[in-house]
């Protein structure tokens, strides 16, 4: 008698689970998590944080978000 192969949630070809460069972690025979890179989050590293929410800029500056940083934009004449 042969026995059936194993085949874990993450190792499944059809399953393209995490994003972004997230690590695919089995938590069941049918389940997985995604343990993110810094500056995404969401069940699979889709979602890219934003910055500014933690972050603020001098007052009459703009931030602009990017992957895991920000940088402030300044009026002219301020730095």
Do not use: F, H, W
Request: proline share 5%.
């Amino acid at each position: 008698m042969q026995k059936d192969t194993v085949i874990s949630y993450c190792e499944k070809p059809s399953n393209n689970l995490c994003e972004n460069g997230g690590t695919c972690i089995n938590v069941g025979p049918n389940d997985y998590e995604c343990v993110c890179l810094n500056g995404y989050s969401g069940k699979n590293c889709s979602r890219d944080e934003d910055d500014c929410i933690e972050n603020s800029c001098a007052v009459g500056s703009t931030c602009i978000d990017g992957i895991a940083k920000y940088t402030c934009a300044c009026p002219p004449g301020r730095i």
